[in-house]
């Protein structure tokens, strides 16, 4: 169950930064509510991973899901750049979580 605590908890992540991105680009403060429970939420969840995983297995993990979901959210949703190397570094990242979920 800890891997599925810490699944929701880096989904909850990525949804944090997209709230943050909105922030950025809207000024409104209603995001900022939006973003502190997102991410009590997200500390939540990723706490409750801690109880069975080790703390730097899960924290790499939960932070690799965000990265890697921030970096797809801002390319389908905000336009950002997408590069081969971008792409690279990315799988990369999902390859490294993957490779300490198959370790725990």
Same mark, same amino acid.
Request: glycine share 10%; aromatic share 14%; charged share 10%.
């Given at each position: &169950?800890?891997?599925?605590? +810490?699944?929701? /908890?880096?989904?909850?992540?990525?949804?944090?930064?997209?709230?943050?991105?909105?922030?950025?680009?809207?000024? #409104?403060?209603?995001? $900022?509510? $939006?973003?502190?429970?997102? !991410? &009590?939420?997200? =500390?939540?969840? +990723?706490?409750? @991973? &801690? #109880?069975?995983?080790? &703390?730097?297995?899960?924290? /790499?993990?939960?932070?690799?899901? *965000?990265? @890697?979901?921030?970096?797809?959210? *801002? $390319?389908? !949703? =905000?336009?950002?750049?997408?590069?081969?190397?971008? !792409?690279?570094? +990315?799988?990369?990242?999902? @390859?490294?979580?993957?490779?300490?979920? $198959?370790?725990?």
């Amino acid at each position: &169950m800890s891997w599925v605590y +810490l699944l929701i /908890a880096g989904f909850i992540e990525v949804l944090g930064v997209i709230v943050m991105k909105q922030l950025v680009l809207s000024g #409104r403060k209603i995001f $900022i509510f $939006i973003l502190m429970c997102l !991410f &009590m939420l997200s =500390f939540g969840f +990723l706490s409750l @991973a &801690m #109880r069975e995983l080790s &703390m730097g297995t899960a924290y /790499a993990v939960w932070t690799g899901i *965000g990265a @890697a979901g921030g970096v797809i959210c *801002g $390319i389908l !949703f =905000f336009k950002e750049s997408k590069s081969v190397s971008k !792409f690279i570094f +990315l799988a990369l990242i999902i @390859a490294c979580s993957v490779g300490l979920k $198959i370790l725990s």
